[in-house]
């Protein structure tokens, strides 16, 4: 399994990014995906999952409203739709899949990841 990220880059605050992420595997539909982002001396938080069905969606909550996860099993991808970024949400993103069915915050669930992609918002 190989997940690659992509689509990040510099945005201005209140501009919008959207990052895809391909899946390489027969049972990309099977799983949950998830969004992660560490920024500069912190730790790697959740930002959204989408279980196998895309209407099963979660998010943290500084980026309710803000931030849509979806994902297109035809081409074994999943997109995180970003607007009216801030300067807070400057982090390299990270995706991964979860070995279940349902979306998860939970990162220990998560055992497969890309390799990230920056996001840089300036003010």
């Known amino acids: 399994v190989q997940l690659q990220a992509s689509g990040g880059g510099l945005a201005q605050a209140g501009g919008s990014l959207k990052l895809s992420c391909v899946y390489s595997?027969?049972?990309?539909?099977?799983?949950?995906v998830g969004w992660f982002r560490q920024a500069p001396g912190k730790e790697r938080e959740f930002v959204a999952g989408?279980?196998?069905?895309?209407?099963?969606?979660q998010y943290i909550d500084s980026v309710k409203g803000r931030f849509a996860i979806s994902r297109d099993n035809a081409k074994d991808t999943v997109y995180l739709q970003m607007s009216n970024l801030q300067p807070e949400d400057t982090a390299i993103y990270y995706c991964?899949?979860?070995?279940?069915?349902?979306?998860?915050?939970?990162?220990?669930?998560?055992?497969?990841w890309g390799q990230g992609t920056l996001v840089t918002v300036s003010s």
């Open positions: 989408v279980g196998k069905s895309s209407l099963d969606t």
């Open positions: 991964a899949r979860a070995r279940r069915t349902t979306a998860t915050v939970r990162k220990e669930l998560y055992d497969s």
């Open positions: 595997g027969r049972t990309f539909s099977s799983y949950a």
